[in-house]
């Protein structure tokens, strides 16, 4: 049996546009060269479910495992300066992160949401892959930044996005398709993503949450990745949605390893689910056929979380990105409604 076609969502301006409110109808939806479709038929819904997953009994979750103590408890590293010539927004901070688990330091990038010095509040906390095209053009793959900076602090100012801390961890260069796949693929080799994870789970968000007025708990604390890194973000929070209540995917390299993480999630029983965004662009993958190809691997995807319990419109949430590429230009043009539905008004604030 075929797909049937999903349903075109067009018109609604970009985010940044004055007339933009998060609780227009479902029928209104957006424009960001091209239009959305969805199998939920909504795109921001008047509320957005929290983070965490569906209610369940508490005997049917994991009991949460325990985390490391930061290796660095006893002190502070010290925030660094950025590169010259950089095109930050707000207050962005630096660290040289030492991690056992990778075998030397990571650069880290942290975005405080503003009044963040003047305030005793705590925070949701979003940690990024890639994250040297976060915040800086300068520093960013092909001169092109994600813009999470500016984006976070209009979405703030303008009461559409919960505050929240970015830690956007840079990749590892010649090691990040090794840290970022879940599995070896037969050509391209890889499969390194548990020293990774062990990284971001044991040591580097302990730290943050001992150094910063965090949310500590899953509920406020998401995941995002775009190409290998959304597939890093989809493993996360598969494995562990005890510490990731929330993973957005961007472009996710669903066809690794013969697309094992798809066949996964139709042979797994999850008694946890994380809050989940997947999109994809309707030109990505070098020809129309890889492009058909891509979309294809997107509704698989969707049809196995559905059946393994995700609900469209309350904790998954899947777009076709109409004429969008596999590029940070295009990641930055649909960044926006990511945050708003990753820290909605209404989500979890305890």
């Known amino acids: 049996m075929g797909v049937a076609p999903l349903p075109v969502l067009a018109g609604l301006p970009s985010l940044s546009a004055p007339s933009f409110n998060p609780t227009l109808a479902p029928a209104l939806s957006l424009s960001l060269e091209g239009s959305y479709r969805t199998l939920s038929a909504s795109l921001l819904q008047p509320r957005l479910p929290p983070l965490v997953s569906a209610p369940r009994a508490a005997a049917a979750r994991p009991a ?13 590293l010290p925030w660094l300066a950025a590169v010259p010539g950089h095109t930050l927004s707000g207050d962005v901070r630096f660290l040289d992160f030492p991690s056992r688990s990778l075998g030397g330091t990571r650069r880290v990038a942290v975005y405080l949401p503003p009044g963040y010095d003047g305030s005793r509040d705590r925070y949701p906390v979003l940690y990024v892959q890639d994250g040297q095209n976060v915040f800086d053009a300068r520093t960013s793959f092909g001169g092109v930044e994600w ?21 956007a961890v840079y990749n590892g260069g010649e090691k990040r398709l090794d840290e970022y796949t879940p599995v070896p693929d ?18 580097l968000k302990p730290y943050i949450d001992a150094s910063l007025r965090t949310r500590p708990d899953a509920g406020n604390t998401a995941v995002l990745g775009s190409s290998l890194g959304g597939l890093l973000a989809l493993h996360l929070s598969l494995t562990r949605p005890d510490v990731f209540g929330a993973a957005a995917a961007l472009s996710p390299s669903l066809w690794w390893a013969e697309e094992e993480i798809i066949r996964r999630v139709g042979a797994m029983s999850p008694q946890a689910r994380a809050r989940l965004w997947l999109d994809m662009g309707t030109r990505e993958g070098g020809d129309e056929q890889g492009a058909r190809e891509n979309i294809r691997r ?6 196995a979380l559905k059946k393994r319990g995700w609900r469209p419109g309350n904790d998954l949430a899947v777009f076709e990105v109409q004429g969008a590429g596999h590029n940070e230009a295009a990641w930055a043009r649909r960044i926006d409604y990511v945050l708003v539905s990753l820290f909605s008004p209404d989500g979890p604030a305890r």
Request: aromatic fraction near 4%.
């Open 186 to 203: 037969p050509r391209e080799g890889g499969g390194g993503a548990a020293r990774y994870a062990e990284f971001l789970i044991s040591e």
């Open 298 to 303: 997107l509704r698989d995807m969707e049809n």
């Open 147 to 167: 813009g999470i900076d500016e984006a976070c602090s209009a979405l703030i100012a303008s009461g559409r996005m919960r505050p929240a801390i970015v830690v």
């Open 64 to 76: 949460a495992r325990p985390q490391a103590a930061p290796a660095l408890a006893a002190r502070s």
